[in-house]
């Protein structure tokens, strides 16, 4: 069972930058398929960028390509997700997600219940 926190959220003005980290309790999470999900108020849940169990190969959300980029820093054991040129339109509760996931085919990356581990969640507010 691996634990995930997620920190790093808080309110940044149009324009500003956030880095969000999520860190996993145990060695294994080094080689886990991790993802970011967000979820605004009054909207479902939806996927932003996730991570290959190599650490290689990333995936990312139409909307984000470009200004977010994810990646894993090994030396903490977490999987971070830097993001530039914040809109308001970003602005909601962010999850961590990750499983013990061999493939690189987008619709399993890209969908929520390929994750059996999920993250609390940090506020992202991004104001106009």
């Known amino acids: 069972q691996v634990r995930l926190v997620e920190t790093g959220g808080g309110l940044v003005q149009a324009g500003g930058s956030l880095r969000l980290s999520c860190a996993g309790s145990?060695?294994?999470?080094?080689?886990?398929?991790t993802a970011w999900f967000r979820q605004a108020p009054g909207k479902e849940r939806e996927f932003v960028a996730g991570?290959?169990?190599?650490?290689?190969?990333?995936f990312y959300t139409d909307s984000v390509k470009g200004r977010f980029t994810i990646f894993r820093d090994y030396a903490n054991n977490t999987v971070d997700l830097q993001m530039t040129s914040l809109k308001p339109e970003d602005t909601a509760i962010y999850y961590c997600?990750?499983?013990?996931?061999?493939?690189?085919?987008?619709?399993?990356?890209?969908?929520?219940?390929?994750?059996?581990?999920w993250g609390q969640g940090t506020q992202v507010t991004v104001s106009s």
């Open positions: 997600a990750a499983d013990a996931l061999v493939t690189v085919y987008p619709p399993v990356i890209m969908s929520g219940t390929s994750y059996d581990y």
């Open positions: 145990d060695d294994a999470f080094a080689s886990y398929t």
């Open positions: 991570l290959d169990w190599t650490g290689s190969v990333p």
